[in-house]
């Protein structure tokens, strides 16, 4: 009898387009699983269009959900977050009945074997309507910040789902809210795109001269995100004269038409929108802008000590961040980019020791969840057989596995 084609495991991995990250780790988890080759038929599934599937959000106001926050971002809008922060998660609560039965409808219509979250505050309901309609099938919450912010924003208390966690405070606070060791997998870092993993070949001097640029001088990397911040103006008049600058707007045309006009004494470069980021950080000597996870972590990936600010404007689920910064020694951090003239000239004396401490950092968790979630799959399938993500951990620490 000829054999039965094995059925492929269906993951859906849940974004939104909040800030960008959520759906640029998404799509990074999505190539890495498809490149394991592991027969796993992988779905992006955008949460705001299963639970407004008529767009009547964007009918009635004329922009998708996201965009308020994404215009905030931009303009630096960025004070008061923590307060509205908690309205938000009050009316998602007050709302919780409203959100489940479009859950509820997708998941019985589309039927995966596993969820994955990456995103905040709407996984209480994820998890709760993928449990009462599809009892058993696994669901995971992969944290794209380095550290939650109790109570419900990446992790909630008494739900048995899965936590992939980036840092040890991550882990730490997972298990403190009683879950259970098995349920919570350590990485070694936030997921970053693969091209941050890849070097070719690249004759730097020739490129910046080619770019207008100077190789002999020390060179910062400016970036604060998809949309930029006007906080690059600032930091452009203050270190024009001395600082040579790659300043990488997104999509913000005026912003990038603001900068090209001011005047330098030093070497510009203005670059709008970017797909190749790691060129650019491959030009740089060390990086400034915003504490989010993910362009830090793709900063110290590449190599590049970071500059950046916590104060009021930064955005609470990316205070930690700042802190983790100072603990690895992995760059400077100051209060204001008014300072930012005196921040450059502490990292540049410090420079050669934390480039050490930013080449010590070694994370793959791009290639650590692949192996998690058949972990997690295995153990749902079989309980009583599968080898847990924890026991594959210590088999790793011992040599007895090999990275992909």
Known sequence: MPTATPTPTTIDLVYFNAGGGHRASALALQSALERHHRGWRVR?????????PQDRFRKMTGSAPEDWYNKRLARGWTIGMAQELKIL????????????????????????????????????????????????????????????????????RGQPQHFICGSARAVAQALELGHAPERVHATSGMIIRPEFYETPALDRALEMRRLGLDPSRPTALVLF??????????????????TQLILVCGHNKKLAAQLRSLPAGAPRLVVGFASDIPRYMRLADFFIGKPGPGSISEAVQQGLPVIVVDNAWTMPQE????????????????????????????????????????????????????????????????????????????????????WP
Do not use: C
Request: hydrophobic share 45%.
């Open 225 to 242: 995100g998809g949309h930029g911040s006007k906080a690059m103006l600032g930091i452009a008049r203050r270190l024009g004269a001395s």
């Open 89 to 156: 998660q009050g009316l998602i609560r007050l709302g919780h009945t409203t959100l489940m039965k479009p859950l509820q409808q997708h998941w019985l219509r589309n039927e995966p074997d596993v969820v994955v979250s990456l995103v905040p505050n709407f996984n209480r309901a994820m998890f709760e309507s993928l449990a009462s309609t599809l009892p058993g099938v696994p669901y995971a919450t992969v944290l794209t910040d380095l550290a939650d912010i109790p109570p419900h924003f990446w992790i909630e």
């Open 44 to 52: 992006l599934v955008n949460l705001f269009e299963v639970l407004d």
């Open 319 to 402: 205070r930690y961040n700042a802190q983790w910064i100072m603990e690895h020694q992995l760059g400077i951090v100051h209060r204001s980019f008014r300072t930012i003239d005196r921040a450059v000239d502490e990292l540049l004396a410090r420079l050669d020791g934390l480039r050490a401490r930013v080449r010590a950092m070694d994370n793959r968790a791009l290639f650590e969840i692949p192996d998690i979630l058949d972990g997690i799959v295995a153990a749902a399938r079989h309980p009583d057989a599968a080898e847990t993500s924890g026991q594959r951990q210590r088999h790793r620490e011992r040599g007895t596995l090999a």
